[in-house]
C-alpha cells in the first residue's frame, strides 16, 4: 500500500488530510509536526511521497525539503508543498529547494487527491 | 395486458425502437452526453458536500481539542487560516451597555486603531443591529469606517442570544480572491461554535485565576 507522509504544525491541517485520504483512498498516512520530525520520519518509513507545509516551527518545509534531497535515502521521495504562502518568492524558492509541486491553503480537496493519484495511482 | 398466460406468448410483442433516421440518433447521442453532465454535476455536488462536512468535522475536532489546551484563539486562526484563507484576523469583545467594541486578540493585523472603538456606522454596527454576521461581498457598504477598509466579514458571536462579539477577517490570502460557498457555511459554523468555545474559555480563565 502507498505511504504519504503529510507535514504540518497545524492540527487543523493534518486532521483534514486525515479524514479525507482515510475515506476516499487507500494511502497510508503518517504525519510529522515540523520539518524536522518529517526528515526523521521520511528516512525512517520511506513514504512514497511527502506533502509539506512551509511555515513550521524548528525547521521550515523549505529546509526540510533541501535536507531530503540532499539524502540519498530520500532524494527520490516527491515531495508536494502544501501552504499558505502564494507569494511568488516563495514559490520559486519553492521548487528550488527540490519540490515537485508547489500548492497552495486553502486546497480543492478533489484537485489535491487527484493530483495524488496522478503521483501514487488510485 | 401484456401476456397472455396461456403459453402461446405476450399478446404484445416487446419492440425495441428503433430511431426513424439518423437525426434521432443524433439527438438520442446528444440526450446521452446531456444525462452524463447532469450525473457528473449532481456527483460533484455531493463530493462538495462531503469536502465541506469534512472540514467542518475538522474545525470541530480542533475546537474541542482548544478546550483542553487553553488555545482557544490559536484553533479559530488556525481554521480560518487553513480552511478559509486568511491571516489577517481579529477577535473583538463587544460591550452592548456602552456599544463599545474592545480588542481581545489579533493575528496579522495592525491594531493601533483597534484597541478599542465604538460601534460606529460601518459593517460592525450592521452586525450588530442587524444581529447577523457581515459579508463585504454579499452586502456591500458606502460607509465604512477607515479600520473596516480591508475588512473582508464580520462573523458575530453570540452568547445566550446576546451579541459577545466578533470575528473581524480582515485580508484573504493573495491566492485567494473571494469567500466561496464552503466559507461561508464554516463561518456560520464558527458563529456558534467558536463563540461557545470563546465563553468556555473565559470561565475556565476565570476559574483559575488567583
Same mark, same amino acid.
Given at each position: 500500500?502507498?505511504?504519504?507522509?503529510?507535514?504540518?504544525?497545524?492540527?487543523?491541517?493534518?486532521?483534514?488530510?486525515?479524514?479525507?485520504?482515510?475515506?476516499?483512498?487507500?494511502?497510508?498516512?503518517?504525519?510529522?509536526?515540523?520539518?524536522?520530525?518529517?526528515?526523521?520520519?521520511?528516512?525512517?518509513?520511506?513514504?512514497?511521497?511527502?506533502?509539506?507545509?512551509?511555515?513550521?516551527?524548528?525547521?521550515?518545509?523549505?529546509?526540510?525539503?533541501?535536507?531530503?534531497?540532499?539524502?540519498?535515502?530520500?532524494?527520490?521521495?516527491?515531495?508536494?508543498?502544501?501552504?499558505?504562502?502564494?507569494?511568488?518568492?516563495?514559490?520559486?524558492?519553492?521548487?528550488?529547494?527540490?519540490?515537485?509541486?508547489?500548492?497552495?491553503?486553502?486546497?480543492?480537496?478533489?484537485?489535491?487527491?487527484?493530483?495524488?493519484?496522478?503521483?501514487?495511482?488510485? | 395486458?401484456?401476456?397472455?398466460?396461456?403459453? &402461446?406468448?405476450?399478446?404484445?410483442?416487446?419492440?425495441?425502437?428503433?430511431?426513424?433516421?439518423?437525426?434521432?440518433?443524433?439527438?438520442?447521442?446528444?440526450?446521452?452526453?446531456?444525462?452524463?453532465?447532469?450525473?457528473?454535476?449532481?456527483?460533484?455536488?455531493?463530493?462538495?458536500?462531503?469536502?465541506?462536512?469534512?472540514?467542518? &468535522?475538522?474545525?470541530?475536532?480542533?475546537?474541542?481539542?482548544?478546550?483542553?489546551?487553553?488555545?482557544?484563539?490559536?484553533?479559530?486562526?488556525?481554521?480560518?487560516? /487553513? *480552511?478559509?484563507?486568511?491571516?489577517?484576523?481579529?477577535?473583538?469583545?463587544?460591550?452592548?451597555? &456602552?456599544? /463599545?467594541?474592545? *480588542?481581545?486578540?489579533?493575528?496579522?493585523?495592525?491594531?493601533?486603531?483597534?484597541?478599542?472603538?465604538?460601534?460606529?456606522?460601518?459593517?460592525?454596527?450592521?452586525?450588530?443591529?442587524?444581529?447577523?454576521?457581515?459579508?463585504?461581498?454579499?452586502?456591500?457598504?458606502?460607509?465604512?469606517?477607515?479600520?473596516?477598509? /480591508?475588512?473582508?466579514?464580520?462573523?458575530?458571536?453570540?452568547?445566550?442570544?446576546?451579541?459577545?462579539?466578533?470575528?473581524?477577517?480582515?485580508?484573504?490570502?493573495?491566492? @485567494? /480572491? &473571494?469567500?466561496?460557498?464552503?466559507?461561508?457555511? *464554516?463561518? @456560520?459554523? *464558527?458563529?456558534?461554535?467558536?463563540?461557545?468555545?470563546?465563553?468556555?474559555?473565559?470561565? +475556565?480563565?476565570? +476559574?483559575?485565576?488567583?
Amino acid at each position: 500500500m502507498r505511504k504519504i507522509l503529510v507535514v504540518d504544525d497545524s492540527y487543523t491541517a493534518r486532521l483534514v488530510n486525515r479524514m479525507i485520504f482515510s475515506q476516499k483512498t487507500n494511502y497510508v498516512l503518517v504525519s510529522a509536526v515540523d520539518g524536522k520530525e518529517a526528515v526523521e520520519r521520511a528516512k525512517h518509513e520511506k513514504p512514497d511521497l511527502i506533502l509539506m507545509d512551509i511555515i513550521m516551527p524548528r525547521m521550515t518545509g523549505l529546509e526540510a525539503c533541501r535536507v531530503l534531497k540532499k539524502d540519498k535515502e530520500t532524494e527520490k521521495i516527491p515531495v508536494i508543498l502544501l501552504t499558505t504562502r502564494g507569494e511568488e518568492q516563495y514559490v520559486q524558492e519553492g521548487y528550488a529547494s527540490g519540490c515537485s509541486d508547489y500548492l497552495t491553503k486553502p486546497v480543492n480537496d478533489a484537485e489535491l487527491l487527484d493530483l495524488l493519484k496522478a503521483y501514487l495511482g488510485e | 395486458m401484456i401476456g397472455t398466460g396461456d403459453g &402461446n406468448g405476450p399478446s404484445i410483442k416487446a419492440r425495441r425502437i428503433e430511431p426513424a433516421d439518423g437525426n434521432s440518433s443524433m439527438f438520442s447521442r446528444t440526450d446521452e452526453l446531456h444525462l452524463r453532465v447532469q450525473r457528473l454535476s449532481l456527483r460533484e455536488q455531493i463530493e462538495r458536500n462531503h469536502f465541506l462536512l469534512v472540514r467542518l &468535522n475538522a474545525a470541530s475536532a480542533r475546537l474541542i481539542e482548544a478546550l483542553d489546551h487553553g488555545d482557544v484563539f490559536d484553533a479559530i486562526a488556525e481554521i480560518i487560516a /487553513n *480552511l478559509i484563507g486568511s491571516e489577517e484576523i481579529a477577535v473583538f469583545d463587544y460591550c452592548p451597555a &456602552n456599544q /463599545n467594541f474592545s *480588542l481581545a486578540w489579533s493575528w496579522g493585523v495592525e491594531t493601533d486603531a483597534l484597541q478599542s472603538f465604538l460601534c460606529g456606522a460601518g459593517m460592525f454596527n450592521r452586525a450588530v443591529q442587524q444581529g447577523a454576521s457581515q459579508f463585504r461581498d454579499r452586502q456591500p457598504i458606502a460607509t465604512l469606517l477607515p479600520y473596516e477598509k /480591508n475588512l473582508t466579514a464580520c462573523i458575530i458571536l453570540k452568547s445566550s442570544r446576546e451579541i459577545a462579539g466578533v470575528i473581524a477577517i480582515f485580508g484573504l490570502l493573495p491566492q @485567494k /480572491n &473571494n469567500l466561496e460557498w464552503a466559507d461561508y457555511e *464554516l463561518l @456560520k459554523f *464558527l458563529e456558534t461554535y467558536a463563540a461557545v468555545a470563546l465563553q468556555f474559555h473565559r470561565l +475556565q480563565t476565570k +476559574q483559575t485565576a488567583p
